[in-house]
């Protein structure tokens, strides 16, 4: 049985919270992590 993970990015619009989810899930798929 796998664990489930869950990452969240929290703050207030226009920090770049987007940028930094999707190059957070890019590296983790680079890693070999099931996203």
Known sequence: MS???Q???YGK???GKSTT???TL???AEMG???
Do not use: D, K, V, Y
């Open 3 to 5: 664990s489930l993970r």
């Open 7 to 9: 990452i969240a990015f």
């Open 13 to 15: 619009g226009g920090i």
């Open 21 to 23: 989810s999707q190059n």
């Open 26 to 28: 890019a590296a983790l």
């Open 33 to 35: 992590h099931r996203i």
